[in-house]
C-alpha cells in the first residue's frame, strides 16, 4: 500500500529564512505527487504537483518542490518565508496510472505544522 | 477557476440529532467526490468515495448507515451524520477533481454537544 511520511511534525523558522519541509513516499512506481496548505479552520490549497518531466517544479507562493526519484522524495522549499505562511502542510499522493484524474482519491501525510518567528 | 464549496462551515447539533453537509462543484461536473474527515492537528483520512448516481465506497473501518453519502447531481454530493455524537465532532473536508488538479472544499466544523 502507498504511504507518504513528514517526518517533521513542527518547525519553525524565522521570517525571512529558507525554508524545506520533508516528505518520502512509499510506492511501487512513481505516483502523482503533492503539496498542499492548510490554515487555521480552513480547507486546503493545493501549492504545486509533479506528474512527469522536470523535477522541479514551481508552485504558488513562491513554493517550489523536487522530485528525487532515488530518495522518494519530493521536498518543499522556499527560500525567504513571510509571516503569512504559517500553516499546516500536508504532501499527498495519488496512484498512477490516472485512467481519469479527479477520480482518484489521495493519500496524505500526517502533516508539518510551519511556525514563524518574526 | 474551479471551486468546490462546502456548506455549512459551522454546525453545531445536539447528540442523536443528525446533520448534513453539501459539498458543490459551482462551475465543474463531477463524476466523483471524496470526504475526508480529519481530527484535530492530525492529517485527513479519507472516508469514503462519493460517485453520482451509484452508492458511495466506504473505507474500511468507517460506518455507511452513520454516514450516509449521497450524490445525486453531477455538481452536488451530501454528507450525513445520523445519530451524531460527541465522538463525531471533527472537521469534515470534501474534494473533486478538474482537469488535473484535485481541489479541496472549506471544510465543515462538526461539533456535537
Known amino acids: 500500500a502507498q504511504s507518504v511520511t513528514q517526518p517533521d511534525i513542527h518547525i519553525t523558522v524565522s521570517e525571512g529564512a529558507s525554508l524545506e519541509l520533508r516528505c518520502n513516499y512509499s510506492?511501487?512506481?512513481?505516483?502523482?505527487l503533492f503539496w498542499y496548505v492548510q490554515s487555521p479552520g480552513q480547507g486546503l490549497q493545493l501549492l504545486l504537483k509533479?506528474?512527469?518531466?522536470?523535477?522541479l517544479v514551481q508552485g504558488i507562493k513562491g513554493f517550489e518542490a523536487e522530485f528525487k526519484r532515488s530518495q522518494s522524495s519530493f521536498n518543499l522549499r522556499k527560500p525567504s518565508v513571510h509571516w503569512s505562511d504559517a500553516a499546516e502542510y500536508f504532501c499527498?499522493?495519488?496512484?498512477?496510472?490516472?485512467?481519469?484524474?479527479?477520480?482518484?482519491?489521495?493519500?496524505f501525510g500526517t502533516g508539518t505544522r510551519l511556525t514563524i518567528i518574526p | 477557476g474551479a471551486v468546490v464549496s462546502q456548506h455549512p462551515s459551522w454546525v453545531i447539533c445536539k447528540s442523536g440529532t443528525s446533520v448534513k453537509i453539501e459539498c458543490r462543484s459551482l462551475?465543474?461536473?463531477?463524476?466523483?467526490m471524496f470526504w475526508y474527515r480529519q481530527f484535530p492537528k492530525q492529517s485527513l483520512m479519507l472516508m469514503a468515495t462519493?460517485?453520482?448516481?451509484?452508492?458511495?465506497?466506504?473505507e474500511q473501518g468507517v460506518e455507511k448507515d452513520k454516514f450516509l453519502i449521497n450524490h445525486a447531481s453531477l455538481t452536488l454530493s451530501t454528507l450525513t451524520v445520523t445519530s451524531a455524537h460527541p465522538e463525531d465532532s471533527s472537521f469534515y473536508i470534501c474534494?473533486?477533481?478538474?482537469?488535473?488538479?484535485?481541489?479541496f472544499g472549506e471544510g465543515s466544523w462538526l461539533t456535537v454537544v
Open positions: 474534494s473533486a477533481g478538474s482537469g488535473n488538479t484535485i481541489y
Open positions: 510506492y511501487g512506481a512513481t505516483p502523482y
Open positions: 509533479y506528474f512527469s518531466g522536470d523535477t
Open positions: 499527498a499522493v495519488a496512484p498512477i496510472p490516472l485512467s481519469n484524474f479527479g477520480n482518484e482519491k489521495l493519500t
Open positions: 462551475d465543474f461536473q463531477a463524476t466523483t
Open positions: 462519493s460517485n453520482e448516481g451509484s452508492k458511495a465506497t466506504y
